[in-house]
Every structure is written in structure tokens, then in C-alpha cells.
């Protein structure tokens, strides 16, 4: 397969996505279960893979060690509008994995392996399109970028390292599983640390302490009872309404000691009508009313992604037999759409593989995702 001026080390997009697979990416944060962690070894792969094409590539680290990777394509004139096609190169965790993360295996008419599904098929199918393109890439309406993206699944900061190197552009192609239908509106993010104080005892006389579990445990309740039937008053029409879940609790330090403090960590997925100054501070009040010393800490805000679905470019995304559809879950678009880029995330994967302990994803959906892509590019 011949593109740019260079010529890909592969015989098709299966073995590509094999090539990809195969250079361990795993995010980091948490516990990654390996020592395959971080984007340079794969930003340098990628960054081989966008030379084969011809375009021009350059590896710019975000974090020591963490490197975003972009390649821009040629094109027969200047000022054309930009055109962004953004899949992430980390993964999550390989922890507890049934099938090996990096074997690429090729078996039942799929690619086993970590990040097959979420994002490296995206990238596969997305670089294969351009190349089956060719020279007809300098001669698109936009003017293409490739920017595989560092740290996606968790602080998303190759995203917003992105944002501010290209405020302006006109329209980013994120990749995140969705069966090729067009994800032009997600709920966004809003994480909370809350904490409860008490006053520590011991368990035999607690009458002399103040339970800090107690305090959190009314917190909680309030957030079944009163927090989600609040964001059940106003849906989006296209998400539906807000969610939240309490992820972690802590609490205690010892069996016979009155706990002295309770920490909670919350999970709220907002619609774009919550986007509004003194949004946290709600959430707080009504909180209060069960615990009124109840602590309040922002861990992470992100904004929903909502592009009008009448953007010219989803107009080419449906031509290309996509469709318009919203997600719970946040990606790389909302930063994106949060700095004035026009974001929607389309991928040949399912979200149903993402994330899971045998991830794979069918050669048939990743030859798909090539003809959509390409059917996409030759509209804009």
C-alpha cells in the first residue's frame, strides 16, 4: 500500500491495527497492571506511519515522557480550513485481562488486544483512509491534521494541549467507539470530593465522639433522594437528564475508634443546561441540608459537547452513513468543543468492547471504519 512518499510497513489495515496493538500505551494513572505505560513509544510509531503518507510529523511532549504526536498533510494551497482527526494513543489498564494486551491476536474474524477497539483501530482505519486518498489528500476542501492524542483516559491533557495549539480550526473527528454513528452531543463531567468531619472517640463510649460516617451516610442518602430527583426536572432533549454515582467512600481508621472523618467521591455527568456559574454551589446547598459542614472540593469539571448537528461536516458524516446520536460519557471533543472547535468522536468500534478484559474488535467493523472515513474525506 503505497501513500505519500513513502510506503507503509503493512500488507493491509488488520495488520497495521496488529502494529499498533502490539506498542503498549497503557495510561499511567491508577494501577496500568504493566510496565508497557505511557505514549512515547507509540507517538514515535505513529509518527513513522504519518512520514509513510508524506505528511509532516512532529512529536511534541505534554508531560515529561508523554507526547502528543501531529502530522499535517499536504495541500495544493493555503488557508484552507482545518480539518482535525483526533484518536488517543493511551489505553487503560491491562489489569485482569483474559486475552494478552499486546499479542494483536488475529483469530474469529478479529484483533484481540488492548486498544484494539478503543482508539487504535480509529487510528488504523483513519491512516489507511488517507492513504488509499493519496495525493488526493492535497486537493480536499480542508486542510488535514492527524493528532493522536496522549492521556485521554485520564486527565485528557493531550486534548487540551491540543485545544490551545489549534483554537482554530474548523471541525475535529475524535475517536471513540460508536459503531460509526456521529456522537455529536456528551454529557460532561464533574467530579467531587466531599468530606465529612467528626469527632474521634472511643467505639465503647461513641456518645463523647461525633460519627463522621453517620454525617456522610446522610450525605449520600440525599444524593439518591434529592440530587437525582433535582436532575430529573431538566433533561436534555437529546441526553436525557444528568446522572450521578458515588464512586469511593473512605472513612475510619480503626473498628473501636468513633471515625473523625469521611471522604466520598462523586461522579455527576451534566447536560449541557447545566453549564452555568453556581452550578457546584447547588449541588453543595442541597447537600448541605443533610450534612450542613459537609466539605466540597472540585476535582475535575469538563464540559458537555453539543455541536448543531446542521455543521457542514456532520452534513458529510452523514453522507458518509453516519447518524446523529448523543452519549453518556465524556471524551477528548468536550475540551475541544470548550476552547471553540467543533467536535463530534465517530469510530468503527463498539462501546459495548471498550475497556473490557478480552478487548477485540471484528476486521470487518475496521474495514468499514476505512470506507466511512474515506467516504467522510472525499465530502469535505
Known amino acids: 500500500m503505497s501513500g505519500g512518499k513513502g510506503r507503509f510497513p503493512a500488507d493491509d489495515v488488520v495488520a497495521l491495527l496488529q502494529g ?5 500505551s497503557v495510561n499511567p494513572s491508577g494501577d496500568p497492571g504493566t510496565t508497557e505505560t505511557g505514549e512515547a513509544r507509540m507517538a514515535a510509531h505513529v509518527a513513522e506511519r504519518l512520514t509513510d503518507l508524506g505528511a509532516r510529523a512532529e512529536v511534541k511532549e505534554v508531560l515529561p ?5 501531529l502530522g499535517q498533510f499536504p495541500s495544493d494551497r493555503p488557508g484552507k480550513p482545518k480539518l482535525l482527526l483526533c484518536p488517543h494513543l493511551d489505553t ?3 489489569r485482569g485481562m483474559t486475552v494478552d494486551p499486546f499479542a494483536a491476536e488475529r483469530r474469529e474474524g478479529k484483533i484481540w488486544g488492548r486498544g484494539a477497539c478503543d482508539t487504535k483501530g480509529t487510528m488504523a482505519a483513519m491512516l489507511w483512509a488517507l492513504a488509499l486518498l493519496g495525493p488526493d489528500v492535497a486537493r480536499l476542501e480542508h486542510e488535514v491534521w492527524f493528532a493522536g492524542l496522549m492521556d485521554e483516559e485520564s486527565g485528557n491533557k493531550g486534548a487540551s494541549a491540543l485545544a490551545a495549539e489549534f483554537a482554530d480550526a474548523d471541525f475535529a ?3 471513540e467507539p460508536t459503531s460509526c454513528q456521529i456522537v455529536h452531543a456528551t454529557k460532561g463531567a464533574t467530579w467531587l470530593r466531599l468530606t465529612a468531619r467528626g469527632r474521634a472517640a472511643h467505639s465503647a463510649s461513641p456518645h463523647l465522639g461525633e460519627n463522621a460516617i453517620y454525617k456522610m451516610a446522610d450525605a449520600v442518602r440525599a444524593v439518591r433522594d434529592d440530587l437525582l430527583p433535582w436532575f430529573a426536572t431538566e433533561p436534555d432533549p437529546v441526553l436525557g437528564p444528568a446522572t450521578t454515582s458515588v464512586g469511593t467512600i473512605t472513612g475510619g481508621s480503626k473498628v473501636n475508634i468513633v471515625p473523625e472523618a469521611c ?3 462523586l461522579d ?6 447545566q453549564v452555568r456559574e453556581g452550578f457546584v454551589d ?3 446547598a442541597l447537600l448541605r441540608r443533610a450534612c450542613p459542614d459537609l466539605g466540597m472540593k472540585v476535582l475535575r469539571s469538563h464540559q458537555p459537547l453539543h455541536t448543531p448537528p446542521d455543521h457542514p461536516c456532520i452534513r458529510a458524516l452523514e453522507a458518509a452513513g453516519g447518524r446523529c446520536v448523543g452519549a453518556p460519557w465524556f471524551c477528548d471533543g468536550s475540551l475541544l468543543s470548550a476552547a471553540g472547535i467543533p467536535a463530534v468522536a465517530a469510530d468503527p468500534g463498539s462501546i459495548e468492547q471498550a475497556h473490557t478484559a478480552d478487548e477485540w474488535l471484528r476486521e470487518d467493523d475496521l474495514r468499514a471504519g476505512v470506507r466511512f472515513y474515506g467516504d467522510f474525506l472525499r465530502r469535505v
Do not use: C, D, H, K
Request: avoid cysteine; glycine fraction near 10%.
Open 268 to 273: 455527576i455527568r451534566t447536560v449541557p443546561s
Open 173 to 175: 473527528l475524535v475517536g
Open 263 to 265: 471522604t466520598v467521591e
Open 92 to 94: 487503560v489498564s491491562v
Open 282 to 284: 447547588e449541588v453543595a
Open 20 to 24: 499498533f496493538v502490539r506498542v503498549g
Open 65 to 69: 515522557g508523554r507526547p502528543n504526536v
